[in-house]
């Protein structure tokens, strides 16, 4: 896995969503990029339930890129979250937990797309839908050869520039505590969770967790 | 009146009468016992007759029992010899009757006759065995389903443990072929493999064949009987192999891994289990699973062995052809099937002290990777003028190396040398090497260059003034000076000089050009 980068995609006021993915996908097809297949990231939410004080929050994560595996974290209030990667199965000691942690009403988020390749770099589109209600859309560019983030972050910006022009986003608060150290699965997965929170407008902005 | 007992006389005894009187009675008695032993031995010969096939055919069929795996279905008793229960998904259901044998009189010249009598599902009669050779394209193709002609029909007094055997095997060989047969058809190749009838062609390398054949001998196929004149004999140990890869694939269908936990679904290997932790991507997920085929696992190994003989092939002609540098090669004696090594020491007659060059061919599947003294390490393809091309280089080497020790042994200089020459003639094949010398007293410059093609060239300089004299003196150099500066070389006839090798001739060199 590379240094990956996940952004989202600034969505003009008489524009649909989809108008702007058309547009990205046609740009990605102009450079001359392949396309592979589909996408989706989703994530669940459950809420501890009242008995367990102080409140916490688990997010039940899937990734199709590592199709066995599940990524859950658990947001602690005023300490660093935990991210626990496990086999697929740790969905259903979750469906076991029903009566400590209850899933959350609103219930799944996703990003769903098409997954496209031009030679090392992986470009991914995505919507971010909440049930039927579209969100946003987030872009996800990977740079395959390289797992240190302070090596590549300038080259994977110039890429990004060519697709984006002037809303090409700075290094992400994240990825900026984990300059040295090397790039896993889980990072790209903590990203999408950054961005799913603030789509969903909560007001617990993750401090990144520390090493 | 008194009564007295009167002692009569004796009457007189006869002796003779009394033994005749007992001996009638013996006789009768004794004839009594007689007819009585008589009749019950003739009534147990008659009943241990009559019984004794029926005892032996219980014992037999105990003993049968305790090899193989009966049962009875109605009236019959059907036995099982397939694999099916070591871990084979065959669809041949393997089954044999068990029947009484017909009472018949015995005649006294028979053999012993088995009270059991097997039969064997007629597709499984006869003898079989799989043929594997390597061809090369230069011989003839052996022609389909001549390979019969060893053996003739199974003899009928054959005891029933060895017929049940031999159905086994043919059963094991057609199992195998059918398996290696559907592998072909499935891989993708860039030249694709050729099922005929009871053959498989794959292609090794180019020009060299794989070939696989089925052969079932009975009593039908006798009509094709071959001299063997143009069949190559088989490959015992690619036979070999061939049934420890049958036989591992039914044991992996009989023993999964177990699971862990012990609750987990069985049949989930460790790379599986450990894949969601670890976050394995979906390229490294497809490539965990797939698995190599029984027909690929063959093939790897065909191409070693071919490989390995024609390394061998090649020191062995090149020791033949080459007396001057000795090469030894020392094969390892622990090889695995797909990998092999040698130690090749070229070192040249009585300088083994001076001058000696390891070098370690490791022979792969497709590769031979080539190990020099100076610890670099060269890949090479499986095409035969490559590793030709590097030993030479390297026996090139050698000598100009063991020129080096030589002369500093004997006190000269080196002034340079190299391994491989960029100057001169192009060698056909391999790399050319060079070295020049200056003696002691600095009055005389030697230049060896060795190459594969050109072999060796020898040539000596001296100053100019100690040249022929034969050389005009030119009016325009006066100064006595310019007499000192180099003049041309002038070339040794190496073929004629004493000496045992190279080596040796250029020692004696040194020694007559030093003063």
Redesign the interface.
Known sequence: ?GVTCVCQWPVPENKSEQQVVDMITKRAELLGATKIGAFCVDCETYQSSLAIAPQKTIHVMHN???????YTILENPGSSSNCL?????FDQIMHKLKGFYMPRKAAKIESKGQHYELDDFVIKIGTVSVGPNTKGILFEVEYTPCVVIMDCWSLLSEFMQSFMGTHTPTLPLYLAGKQDANY???DTVMQYLDHFNTFMGRKTPLPPPQR | MVLDPVSQEQPPSKPAVLLLAKRKSLSGAANILIAGAGRLFRSQTQHSLLTSKRQDFHSELLRLHQNWRLKKVGKAIIGDLSFKSAGSRFWHNGAFEVTKTADSEQQPGDGYKSPLEITVPSDLEGRSYIHVCIKSDSENAPQNGSFSGVGNKLPDDLHWQQKLEIAQNVLFCKELFAQLAREAVQLKAPIPHLVIGNQIISQVFPGIQLCVTLCHENTIDKKHTDTGNGVPQTSAVLEHSLHQLLRALHQNNLNPSTPHPVTAPIGVSKK??L????????KE?AEFNQSECLLEKILKQVRHMVLQNRVCKLIDNLTCSMPDPCILAHWSVSNQNLQSSVKLQIMSNSYEQIGRTPLQLVIGVDQVKGVCKDGRVVTLSYEEHEIKNFLLTQIAQHQVNGIQAIAKVMGWQVLQSSSHLGVGPMEKIGHAAGIMLISPSGDRILAVRNGPDSHTKVSVQFPRNQQSITESKSDVIIDGKWDNLWGYFKEVNVDKMKGRNLLNKIELLMAALTH
């Open positions: 896995m199709t890129e590592q199709p066995l595996t599940c990667v496990a086999d697929t199965m896993t699965p889980t | 599986r289990r894949a969601g932790a670890q976050a394995t991507g979906k997920l």
